[in-house]
T-cell receptor, first 121, second 114 residues
Framework: KQEVTQIPAALSVPEGENLVLNCSFT??????LQWFRQDPGKGLTSLLL?????REQTSGRLNASLDKSSGRSTLYIAASQPGDSATYLC????????????????????FGKGTLLTVNP | ETGVTQTPRHLVMGMTNKKSLKCEQH?????MYWYKQSAKKPLELMFV???????ENNSVPSRFSPECPNSSHLFLHLHTLQPEDSALYLC?????????????FGPGTRLLVL
């Protein structure tokens, strides 16, 4: 069973700092990995999606890396701002039942519990 | 209106009530999902619909009953819920499944069961 762990659970940094959020997953047979952002009481916004064949993706001040063999991903945020304060969720997309023939079903996103980031002005 | 919308945004119900959550996507997607987000727990996938057909039921109790009349609308009918069902219920959609494309999430319905 796929399990996703995010460390740390919470992080508080001063504005302007560069920071790294960590994600690990137990089964390396994934199709892709996504990082989402969730603001309090709201839904999720997709930040970056890394396919299993890729090593990293970049969007603005965000850079996500993927090491599938070791089951790890990091989200790097450069020059953090108070507006970056949110919960960051890591999710892997993989077969829910990997021993079944890939007939087009039984795939799902498995989420970590998230890292609550606070950037202080 | 664009994106994924959910109504109501907040709901308080007793254990004997029957209520429904509604989700609508304006993105032309073919797949829709229900997730449950409880405090201190990861998001849990509940149901997946692809082209209006349910392709996954992640061992969800029968007191939760999904309905997908078309590719743009998804409902979650609730009856005789328990206090532990209190959570944020999120709807999402994607172009297709299981390609692994990005899922777009609605704002969620915050449910409190008394």
């Amino acid at each position: 069973k796929q399990e996703v762990t995010q460390i740390p659970a919470a992080l508080s940094v001063p504005e302007g700092e560069n920071l790294v959020l960590n994600c690990s997953f137990t089964d390396s047979a994934i199709y892709n990995l996504q990082w989402f952002r969730q603001d309090p009481g709201k839904g999720l916004t997709s930040l970056l999606l890394i396919q299993s064949s890729q090593r990293e993706q970049t969007s603005g001040r965000l850079n996500a890396s993927l090491d599938k063999s070791s089951g790890r991903s990091t989200l790097y945020i450069a020059a953090s701002q108070p507006g970056d304060s949110a919960t960051y969720l890591c999710a892997v997309f993989a077969a829910a039942l990997p021993w079944l023939n890939s007939g087009g079903s039984n795939y799902k996103l498995t989420f970590g519990k998230g890292t609550l980031l606070t950037v202080n002005p | 209106e664009t994106g994924v919308t959910q109504t109501p945004r907040h709901l308080v119900m007793g254990m004997t009530n029957k209520k429904s959550l509604k989700c609508e996507q304006h993105l032309g997607h073919n797949a829709m999902y229900w997730y449950k987000q409880s405090a201190k727990k990861p998001l849990e996938l509940m149901f997946v619909y692809n082209f209006k057909e349910q392709t996954e039921n992640n061992s969800v109790p029968s007191r939760f009953s999904p309905e997908c009349p078309n590719s743009s609308h998804l409902f979650l009918h609730l009856h005789t819920l328990q206090p532990e069902d209190s959570a944020l219920y999120l709807c999402a959609s994607s172009q297709g499944t299981p390609s692994g494309e990005t899922q777009y999430f609605g704002p969620g319905t915050r449910l409190l069961v008394l």
